[in-house]
């Protein structure tokens, strides 16, 4: 199924392309090697042998020494709209999907006012089809303007075209109202996403509780916040035989409860974020909000190594970047008082590249699975680069080095967790849903042959 | 040194060279005038975000001492109460050339942010629950003075460890200056992890015994409320520190202000044992060293300054 059919995207022309001797790399579909890659009515048309593709009209892009993945897809993104344009909006949020080399994202619900009926569900694919550069899904909350009381209207949300449900930002602290949507959920479908944390014990923490936490004098977020609600829904889900995604899972002690659930046979996935994958809460120590403060937090160093391990045994099935734009007036203020969250789109597969990869940790296969492994727990086809499939490709230069946020931004906002850090790798091209969604201005383009 | 943020960044030549420096002041207070003109011409802005009776007059009355202009700013009746952001408050006030701002501020890391937006040395009078520095060095001097060094004393900091930046700063200075520190108290208020940085542990005054210096937190009645404790009077009946707890060779401390009948008996306020006074005192010629040294005593003077700027031997009267 193309990812069209269930995201919505603004209308544009189908790419007739050839990536000249591209390193193909799809460890899902097999594949690793030099090839032409052919681009023509929206498919890969054809992996051709290296500087055998005939052109016949197509752009012909240069890509020897450069890796042509499938494009990259998120299922959590803050897109901010309705009612908080001045953070993102529609164009601006997609435009850094694209540079970030995503082909889909899925925009969360909790927008002012929450997604909770089937009129805002259409209004925003509507937005999307005006304006949106790559395809975008919707969820919608599962609670009725995020108050946790209610369940909102399921069925007309699905029909609506509600790609799921989620009162991502907030936990659904009710387990009645928990069991109740996923028992609803044999009714209309739609994967629900989950926010696990447990506010009566996050409380007014800030960061997570540790020597950290202990030598700032910050209140603390402590591990079992989130994997005592991870546990409980994990229970629940096997319960109603329902299905559930963990969203930005951050403590060892959450992704060894999915391993187990998933062990039991409960139908759980996990996603991990850049930020959690890269820094521990030894990042806090300087205080700077726009780097270190989000939720959950930044947590210990053998945190991340669990997350590591769980990307590693496909315990955390994929990477979202949980990107989170908020204005300087918002993060320029004492760690305390500041809001929480950092962007992530433009830099995730740049940043997992730098950190992860280039010293060996995992290899590149690894990553680039896992930065496609978003869609599926949503019942969307996995981007691929087996000829026949929908074009979702992303070109990418290993080697090319750059300064985050030197040349700015797509997104509106700026608080990058890794604004100022030199990175290695860059995407130079991205095609989403058969369309050139993104090239990277600098990036001279070979002319038609 | 161009700002004091945090006990952290001081190394324990820099603390004992502010306390060096302490003592002399405290030669000018015993003279008739104890004015000296080090600062005269500059200013030193004081913002109290807090309400603060002891660091915010001892900082106050160190600056005039030092002949500094002072102007004293609290949030109370400000435009700070209008919404305006601390980065704006800091430009405004900085329009005024300040040679120093001292700050109080409810959270962590406020003073580090000002120190980024302004051209003045910041002094952190107290951060959140991070850091007092302020208050660790003057405690660390009243210690100095008493035992003359700090080298292997045992002391014990007791009490809300989890909501005080007094015990955070002061465990920092006395594990730097070669004490050994246990903090105490019931397990609710201690923080999950405070062992990595170098202190004890301990749950019950019970070997209180190997103190020879009891340092009390103060314990506020809201804790209460938030289950940290059942209630104050059980507190006081397992953490109280009274004159039956202490041995007479024992110093005693505590930050103020007292909650008298909490975590201290009114007797072990007023017996000759407790260094409370001293404390008192001791903050204010601390808090003309902390100045003299951002604003006169090197890296922080800034060149091309007329006769004002310059350092002045301190025994000069004014």
């Known amino acids: ?449 | 040194m161009k700002h004091l943020l945090s006990i952290e960044q001081l190394s324990r030549e820099e603390i004992e060279g502010i306390l060096d420096r302490a003592e002399s002041f405290a030669e000018v207070g015993r003279r008739d005038i104890k004015k000296v003109p080090t600062l005269r011409g500059r200013t030193v802005v004081s913002l109290f975000y807090e309400s603060s009776t002891r660091t915010s007059s001892s900082f106050d009355l160190a600056a005039k001492r030092l002949s500094a202009d002072v102007v004293s700013v609290k949030a109370a009746g400000s435009s700070i109460e209008k919404g305006e952001s601390l980065k704006d408050t800091i430009a405004t006030l900085s329009a005024y050339d300040p040679a120093a701002i001292v700050i109080r501020h409810p959270y962590a890391g406020a003073a580090q942010m000002v120190a980024g937006w302004t051209a003045a040395s910041v002094v952190n009078a107290g951060d959140g629950k991070h850091e007092h520095p302020s208050q660790a060095l003057l405690d660390v001097y009243t210690l100095r003075r008493r035992l003359g060094s700090l080298e292997g004393v045992r002391i014990w900091i007791i009490g809300d460890v989890l909501h005080s930046r007094v015990a955070r700063s002061n465990l920092i200075a006395f594990t730097r200056m070669g004490a050994e520190v246990t903090v105490c108290g019931p397990p609710t208020l201690i923080p999950r992890g405070i062992e990595e940085l170098g202190c004890g542990v301990s749950h019950s005054l019970d070997g209180i015994g190997e103190a020879e210096v009891v340092y009390t937190l103060r314990m506020q009645k809201e804790r209460m409320s938030e289950s940290f404790v059942p209630s104050l009077r059980e507190y006081a009946a397992r953490f109280q520190i009274d004159t039956r707890r202490l041995n007479p060779r024992q110093l005693l401390m505590h930050p103020g202000p007292v909650n008298r009948g909490v975590e201290i008996s009114g007797e072990a306020v007023d017996s000759p044992q407790s260094l409370i006074a001293e404390q008192v005192s001791a903050g204010l010629v601390v808090r003309m060293a902390i100045l003299y040294e951002l604003l006169a005593g090197g890296e922080g003077v800034p060149s091309g300054e007329g006769e004002a700027g310059k350092p002045t031997p301190i025994g000069t009267p004014a």
């Not at chain 1, 259409?122 to 303007?145: H, M, Y």
Request: proline share 5%; charged share 25%; with cysteine.
């Open chain 1, 1 to 449: 199924m193309s990812l069209t059919e269930l995201l919505d995207v603004r209308p544009g022309e189908s790419a007739h392309l050839i990536l000249r001797r591209a390193t193909v790399l799809d460890p899902v579909a097999g594949i690793d090697s030099v090839h032409d890659v052919v681009i023509r009515d929206g498919e890969i048309a054809a992996l051709a042998a290296p500087g055998e593709a005939d052109g016949d009209g197509a752009e012909v892009v240069e890509a020897e020494g450069l890796h042509a993945f499938p494009a990259f897809f998120d299922p959590h993104v803050h897109l901010r709209t309705p009612g908080q344009e001045h953070k993102e909006d529609m164009e601006t949020g997609t435009r850094a999907a694209a540079a970030g080399g995503y082909c889909g994202i899925i925009a969360m619900a909790n927008t002012s006012p929450p997604v909770s009926t089937a009129a805002d569900v259409s209004a925003l694919r509507e937005q999307a089809r005006a304006g949106a550069s790559v395809p975008v899904g919707f969820l919608a909350t599962v609670s009725k303007d995020m108050e946790g009381r209610e369940l909102t209207e399921m069925v007309e949300l699905r029909e609506a075209g509600a790609l799921g449900f989620s009162d991502d930002g907030l936990p659904i602290v009710d387990a009645g109202l928990m069991r109740r949507a996923l028992q609803y959920q044999h009714l209309c479908g739609g994967n629900i996403a989950l926010h696990e944390e447990d506010p009566a014990l996050s409380r007014d923490g800030v960061m997570h509780e540790g020597p950290v936490s202990a030598g700032l004098g910050l209140a603390g977020i402590p591990s079992v916040s989130e994997s005592t609600m991870v546990a409980r829904d994990a229970a629940l889900a096997g319960h109603e035989s329902a299905r559930i995604h963990v969203q930005h899972l951050s403590a060892a002690e959450s992704v060894e409860v999915v391993r187990v659930a998933k062990a039991a046979g409960v139908r759980i996935s996990a996603e991990a974020s850049p930020h959690h994958l890269c820094l521990a809460d030894e990042a806090v120590r300087d205080l700077d909000p726009q780097r270190a403060k989000m939720n959950p937090p930044l947590r210990e160093e053998r945190d991340r190594q669990a997350l590591i391990e769980g990307l590693r045994d496909g315990t955390v099935e994929c990477i979202a970047t949980d990107h989170a734009p908020h204005q300087p007036e918002e993060k320029d203020v004492p760690f305390e008082q500041a809001a929480m969250g950092v962007t992530g789109l433009e830099t995730a597969f740049a940043a997992l590249h730098t950190e992860l990869v280039l010293p060996g940790v995992i290899d590149l296969a690894l990553l680039v699975e896992r930065m496609a492994g978003g869609a599926e727990p949503f019942d969307l086809a996995r981007p691929s680069l087996a000829p026949g499939s929908e074009a979702n490709v992303v070109l990418c230069d290993l080697g090319a080095e750059w300064t985050v946020g030197e040349d700015g931004y797509e997104s509106r906002s700026a608080n990058s967790w890794c604004a100022g850090q030199t990175l290695t790798g860059r995407v130079l091209m991205t095609v989403a849903a058969g369309q050139v969604a993104f090239r990277l201005r600098s990036f001279s383009l070979g002319v038609a042959a």
